[in-house]
């Protein structure tokens, strides 16, 4: 997907956000580091574009709560955490990723939303759906389905981190 | 995730700051940054060291330190025990030895140690598959202390490289200046040492550290001032004459920081002999970061938690 | 038991400055003649020396033999056993064990343990002062018929200068050496390693040259007050060289030891807490190393002594603070004094064995017992080393009960293959 494909399935999540969420000045926009920060930046941007609401953003870094990093070698770095004024008890929370695949990821950021306070409703949004899942967790928004083929990548690009907006299929080496 | 951005590894344990290298410190810091937000957070826990072991082995007594490791202990999901031995009634090196052999048979992942001797981090680190986190060993490191004291200077003063810290008092005896000097150094700083020269190391010149044989010159040039404990056996065994005369002659006293050409920032690792290397006027004053240095204790070694490279060698688990 | 002709060796002899190949005959304990194309004889024992050098029995004026009161580290015996696998036929005992020994009773317990031994010669030196409390002088005169032949608080300096006065006074009646460990010990401070940037990177106290520069000073100043005989231990200063330089050009009666340890290391190898570098004096600077590699070179230091100071494991796994001062020595001391000083150029082998014979003889009067030389009539006390032999430092297969050393691993050069005590083969390599 190139840039301008990437700007219309953010368009068409947009829509379908506001839809999903009945009340949208309760609507809290969390990007998952790295990328979903910057691909909830602009889906705010969008809605905003389509019904003039100022939404609140916020960024999770789901490092500490995942489930495969005890292993040797080295760390990640953390990026920061950091909700909206008013915290997420009682709104609802959008969680926004770039790539659905195994849903570990999602079920991380599940758990650490839980330890900042109660939504009353909790969605999920991705770019690219790529399936593969190891657990049972399903977007309720979704840029664009992919079939990956056997040990191939999904790898969105972003502008503040790699310069430009785009999606790329990598496939297996060799 | 594409390209995962990873910090740099700190190898099996952190015995002391004058091997690591400049990228090795700053992930620390920065590592500890975003950490800060985790003991503002309702819950002030993450799960990250869930069903990890890290036991606080003491044998020298030290509450603060004690209870701002079990803090970041817990604050990372890990289940702590505390041990603290007095030292008195049992020999010094067969409990060291013998806590190496019984903590490795009971298989735990992490241990946090803080010993009289100069070195027994090093020795525990050497026998052990765990990982060793030195709380402070005799006179040798306390290295999260300079690595919090290197956090807070941040803070309040930006980029540590080409400012001008001086560190004040009892050189001799501190482990705290150790870590100091050479964490300052490894991120560019200028370092000088203030204090009468009884209780300087010899060679500190070695280290590349400018002496000030009076406060008020150190105060002229100083950006920083860390300010250190000077305890009363000191003047008991003859470094110096009194307490009086030391606060007379080199006190960090309002006078004399107000009258310094810049805003001076004010550190010390506590606990504080008010009156003696510090008045209360300045430790609560507005220069002060004492405080801050407390709270930057927990994200500091919180974060040195986190970076210690994966689960102990006998562990063996794969990623999913 | 009678004769022993050892046969073409290199004899090394610098009492009677004899270089060259001889045999030497050995007859009821003693030295009966050298010379060249010796006949043997029925019931002679025939020792092929041929490619190794023969030297009167070494002698080592500075050990510690633990015993009694620290037997799981040393014993007189496994003391002794270590010291003729090193090539030594002859030791000093120090008297700081546990109780010291500071009377006649225990200097006699110390003479018939090495006697029962039967391995090398253990000569006991008998305290200074009582308990080595540096508090009034022990019975002297006593102490030296029972057997002692020095006086020594090694361990400990005495810290009276009046005492020491004294001692020095006291003990020329007897012609006896006083032996000194030159520490102001209100300078040392408690210290663990020489001070420096090392000691101060590693956060340990250090003790600095003036600790055993001022004491050397003083006791220099005393022998010189008062005639006394005056051997300064292991000396470990660049100062303390000069020192005994300058008070030997002016007549002072003074001799001093170098150890092995401190002609070949610095307080480099105490890097990181190697608690098998830790010792007293410490291991010091470059300049102090090369200060006493040149003081055995040009006699200011006479003797090569150990200090050989066996600890137990236990004792030296501790934090670098905690752990006692002190390496064994005794099996490294030929091999290191060799590789070290010979091999190098800084002194020739005949420099050598005086140094580690002919003048710790002198020092300690043992010449009087006809040791320290291959004179006719002298002891039958033999040691043949091997110039050529290469080997490596291997702790686990030391003789002594004890493993501190900072060499294991090392690779040196010339070792002993066969100890003669009294005409009696006492060690064989190989055995």
């Not at chain 2, 803090?71 to 049992?90: L, N, Q, W, Y």
Request: hydrophobic content about 45%; glycine content about 10%.
């Amino acid at each position: 997907m190139d840039a301008p494909a990437v700007e219309q399935a953010v368009s068409r999540m947009a829509d379908d956000v506001v839809r999903l969420a009945a009340d949208a000045t309760e609507l809290v926009l969390l990007g998952i580091h790295r990328r979903g920060v910057q691909l909830a930046a602009l889906l705010a941007e969008g809605i905003r574009a389509r019904c003039g609401l100022a939404l609140a953003t916020g960024s999770l870094d789901i490092t500490l709560y995942r489930d495969d990093l005890m292993v040797v070698g080295p760390r990640p770095v953390v990026g920061q955490t950091r909700l909206p004024a008013g915290g997420i008890d009682g709104r609802t929370v959008c969680i926004v990723d770039d790539v659905l695949y195994t849903g570990r990821t999602v079920r991380a950021a599940l758990d650490e939303l839980a330890d900042f306070g109660r939504p009353s409703r909790t969605l999920l949004a991705v770019l690219v759906d790529r399936g593969g899942r190891e657990l049972p967790i399903q977007a309720d928004v979704v840029g664009e389905r992919v079939d990956v083929p056997q040990g191939g990548r999904v790898e969105v690009m972003v502008p503040e981190i790699d310069g430009s907006l785009g999606v790329d299929l990598v496939e297996a080496a060799g | 995730m594409a390209q995962e951005l990873v910090n740099p590894t700190l190898g099996k344990d952190l015995v002391g700051l004058e091997e690591l290298t400049r990228e090795q410190i700053t992930a620390i810091l920065d590592t500890a940054e975003t950490f800060k937000e985790i003991s503002e957070r309702p819950v002030r826990k993450v799960p990250f060291l869930r069903g990890r072991t890290v036991v606080n082995a003491f044998f020298e007594n030290s509450t603060r330190t004690r209870v701002s490791f079990e803090f970041a202990e817990k604050r990372m999901g890990a289940d702590t025990v505390s041990i603290s031995t007095s030292g008195s009634s049992v020999q010094k090196g067969e409990t060291l030895v013998d806590t190496a052999r019984n903590l490795e048979a009971m298989r735990i992942d992490m241990v946090v140690i803080r010993h009289a001797s100069s070195g027994s981090a090093k020795f525990l680190a050497d026998r052990i598959e765990s990982h060793v986190i030195n709380a402070g060993d005799g006179k040798h490191e306390h290295p999260t202390q300079g690595l919090l004291d290197l956090l807070t200077i941040r803070d309040h003063r930006g980029p540590i490289e080409g400012l001008k810290v001086c560190i004040c008092g009892d050189v001799l005896h501190s482990r705290v200046a150790r870590s100091n000097i050479h964490g300052l150094k490894r991120l560019g700083a200028e370092v000088a040492v203030c204090g009468p020269l009884t209780l300087m190391p010899a060679d500190v010149a070695e280290l590349g550290v400018h002496w000030f044989r009076r406060i008020e010159e150190a105060i002229e040039w100083a950006d920083v001032l860390n300010v250190l404990r000077l305890q009363l056996e000191r003047m008991k065994a003859g470094f110096i004459p009194s307490l009086r005369e030391y606060n007379r002659i080199f006190g960090v006293t309002r006078a004399r920081v107000e009258a310094a050409p810049r805003d001076v920032l004010i550190l010390h690792p506590g606990p504080m002999n008010r009156g003696v290397e510090i008045d209360s006027d300045v430790a609560d004053g507005p220069h002060s970061v004492i405080l801050q240095q407390v709270t930057n204790g927990v994200a500091v070694r919180m974060a040195v938690l986190y970076l210690l490279a994966g689960g102990p060698a006998h562990d063996g688990e794969a990623s999913t | 038991m009678s004769r022993v002709l050892i046969r073409g060796g290199r004899v090394v002899d610098p009492s009677q400055s004899l270089d060259a190949v001889l045999d030497v005959l050995l007859d009821a304990g003693r030295v009966a003649r050298v010379g060249e194309g010796l006949e043997s004889s029925e019931g002679t024992e025939t020792v092929d020396a041929s490619g190794l050098v023969v030297t009167p029995g070494l002698i080592d004026v500075h050990v510690h033999l633990r015993e009694p009161g620290g037997e799981h580290k040393e014993t007189i015996e496994s003391g002794a056993r270590a010291a003729v696998a090193g090539g030594f036929t002859a030791v000093v005992a120090m008297p700081n064990t546990d109780p010291p020994i500071d009377s006649p009773a225990s200097v006699g317990f110390v003479r018939a343990r090495g006697a029962a031994a039967g391995l090398a010669r253990v000569y006991p030196s008998g305290c200074i002062t009582p308990g080595q409390k540096g508090e009034q002088l022990t019975e002297i005169g006593e102490l030296l018929a029972a057997g002692a032949v020095c006086i020594t608080d090694d361990g400990k300096p005495v810290m009276n200068a009046g005492l020491m006065r004294m001692a020095l006074e006291y003990a020329q009646s007897f012609d006896l050496p006083v032996a000194v460990h030159a520490e102001e010990l209100t300078l040392s401070r408690g210290g663990t390693m020489n001070e420096g940037i090392i000691a101060t990177r590693l956060g340990l106290t250090g003790i600095p040259n003036a600790a055993e520069d001022v004491m050397i000073a003083r006791d220099l100043l005393l022998a010189q007050l008062t005639g006394g005989r005056l051997h300064i231990q292991h000396v470990a200063t660049r100062g303390g060289v000069e020192m005994i330089r300058a008070a030997k050009a002016m007549g002072v009666r003074v001799t001093a030891e170098g150890s092995p340890h401190h002609f070949t290391l610095t307080d480099e190898a105490v890097e990181w807490y190697n608690t098998n570098a830790k010792m007293n004096p410490p291991l010091r600077s470059a300049a102090d190393r090369d200060a006493v590699r040149a003081g055995v070179a040009d006699g200011t230091l006479d003797v090569i002594a150990t200090d050989h100071a066996p600890h137990h494991y236990d004792e030296k796994e501790q934090a670098f603070e905690d752990a006692p001062n002190g390496i064994v020595g005794l099996e490294t001391a030929v091999g290191l004094a060799f590789t070290e000083l010979v091999a190098t150029g800084v002194i020739d082998l005949a420099t050598m064995v005086e140094r580690m014979s002919c003048a710790p003889a002198r020092a300690m009067s043992l010449d009087r017992f006809g040791l320290g030389s291959l004179r006719e009539g002298s002891a039958g006390d033999v040691t043949l080393l091997d110039p050529l032999a290469e080997w490596t430092v291997d702790a686990a297969a030391f003789q002594s009960l004890s493993r501190n050393t900072p060499f294991g691993g090392r690779r040196l050069r010339c070792r002993a293959v066969r100890t003669i005590v009294g005409g009696r083969t006492v060690w064989e390599a190989g055995r």
